[in-house]
């Protein structure tokens, strides 16, 4: 019989690329938790809905009442845990929802898999496993060299980062106190279909498409390391099936760019597929706005243990996995529609405060 993954945050950009990847890849059945923030978007499941493998719970992970009758219920044979507040600057401007859902939330769930693994069978608690999904960015700022590693001390700088470390630290806690069998895998910035357009890679390119000003904080010379959204998709897959009961996993594209390179050659393209665009050459719409607050100056990801041990590599270079992206938004433009008439806050990032 097909086994039961149930995965938090699936109605999110990565949770949904995960489920329909193993709805599409796998036999797995699934139960999406998610409580259905701003970030969500159910549109984003597609079909899933009409399959008989998916199942959706509309949960907060906050409720410890809630998440025992959905482990009760649905029985799982592991958790795929990527719930969260993700966004930046976000937690900049209100960091209490980081709080509560990153570390509060976290601990709940793994309160509520613990008694669950607690008091399975054998074989059932010997195949367990809980996922905790988070992001290089615990590891704090890099100078000019120099690549995160799964030693490289923990050192978070912005509030969401802080409150991933808190929740890294949580499944790590759990582990060695408890014996829940965890594994954890911190991934670099993702981009690709069904990213919420307050995001960077989305922002610019319904920016450009409307002829609006493309925000870009400081001088642009700050770097991240990217992975299109499917390779992390799969890597999940491969980490929660194989990796090894305590150990932490860094996921990245190989893909550094400094941001200013990344919207010029986002404008380039643009300019490309656009060729009747009136708002060519998009780099015109280059604005360089006042730095984020505590704007972490590089990261990027040594990802050779994943590749070693699992034998993950991404497929897509950032050139095809950017033209992907941008054919999806130009295609799309309904999906971006309705979430920014649900008043998303892409466009006032940056923006008012221009230099
Ligand atoms: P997202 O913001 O697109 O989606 C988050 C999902 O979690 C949403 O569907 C939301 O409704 C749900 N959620 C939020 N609070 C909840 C709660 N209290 N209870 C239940 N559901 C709740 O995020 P994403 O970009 O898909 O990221 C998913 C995970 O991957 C996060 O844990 C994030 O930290 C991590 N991550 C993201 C990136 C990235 O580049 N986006 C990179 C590395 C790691």
Redesign the pocket.
Known sequence: MSKTLLI?????????ALIRYLLRESDYRIVN?????????LESLEDAPQNPRYAFER????DASALERVFREHRPDGVI???????VDRSIDGPA?FM???II?TFHLLEASLAYWQQLGADARAAFRFHH?????VYGSLGDTGYFTETTPYAPNSP?SAS?ASSDLLVRAWHHTYGLPVVTS??????GPY??PE?LIPLMILNALEGKPLPVYGTGTNVRDW?FVDD?ARALRDVFERGRIGEQYNIGGHNEKRNIDLVRELCTLLDEMLPQSPHRPHDRLITFVEDRRGHDRRYAIDASKIQRELGWKPRETFQTGLRKTVQWYLNNRDWCRAIQARGYRGERLGLARRV
């Open positions: 938090t945050g699936g109605a999110g950009f990565i949770g949904s938790v998610d409580k259905l923030t701003y970030a969500a978007s949960v907060d992970i906050c845990h990527l719930a969260a507040e993700s966004h929802d509560q859902t990153n939330g999904v988070s992001t290089d960015e969401y991933k911190n991934c670099s910035n993702n981009y990213q919420f995001k992975l992390h």
